[in-house]
């Protein structure tokens, strides 16, 4: 048999299986009925609460620009970012929230300290934006200070994951108790 005759066979055959084979099959959508619900109405989330307390918190920006008492990066490795927060005891990653004068503002830690304050009671060092909006005041990111007579507040905090970073789970322990680490 030739080469060209060979081919045409090749051809022929295959058309011919391609001819026998079955057309693709369009996958049937039926409808659902399918109920939203608004976020409004929707059932609360059931979060895991593993310690809840008040403290006096301050307010901290470390980015690494040397202003205005700014120490460098924060511990855990991130840059500095609304929503992270500094605690002298608790493992680094713990996530959690605090409230305000009924204003809600959620946290993750990721830096140590208040340092000295922390013998005096002061257990956490808010996010110099997030302090803001809870005092309704204006966070200036040239000076990296809070407008307002504003510098200590008392906050209700509410943990719900322990992070796994250094530090000890519990109650918030002075920074020079040496609980971060843990």
């Known amino acids: ?68 008492g700014d120490t460098g990066l924060p511990a855990i490795g991130l840059p500095m970012q609304k929503g992270m927060f500094a605690s002298p005891s608790w493992p680094l990653g713990t996530e959690g929230y605090v409230i305000y004068k009924g204003k809600k503002a959620p946290f993750f830690i990721g830096d140590r300290g208040p340092g000295v304050p922390s013998e005096r009671g002061v257990m956490l060092d808010l996010d110099g934006q997030t302090f803001a909006e809870l005092v309704g005041e204006r966070w200036n990111a040239d000076s990296l200070t809070v407008t307002g007579d504003e510098g200590h507040i008392e906050v209700d905090y509410v943990v719900t994951k322990w992070g796994d970073g250094p530090g000890t789970p519990g109650s918030p322990l002075p920074f020079s108790s040496g609980a971060w680490r843990g």
């Open 1 to 68: 048999m030739s080469k060209l005759s060979a081919l045409a066979c090749t051809v022929a055959v295959g058309a011919s299986l391609m001819a026998a084979a079955p057309a693709p099959v369009a996958p049937v959508v039926k409808p659902v009925n399918q109920t939203i619900t608004a976020v409004d109405d929707a059932a609360p989330v059931r979060e895991e609460i593993l310690l809840r307390g008040t403290t006096v918190g301050s307010y901290f920006w470390d980015d690494s620009s040397g202003r205005n």
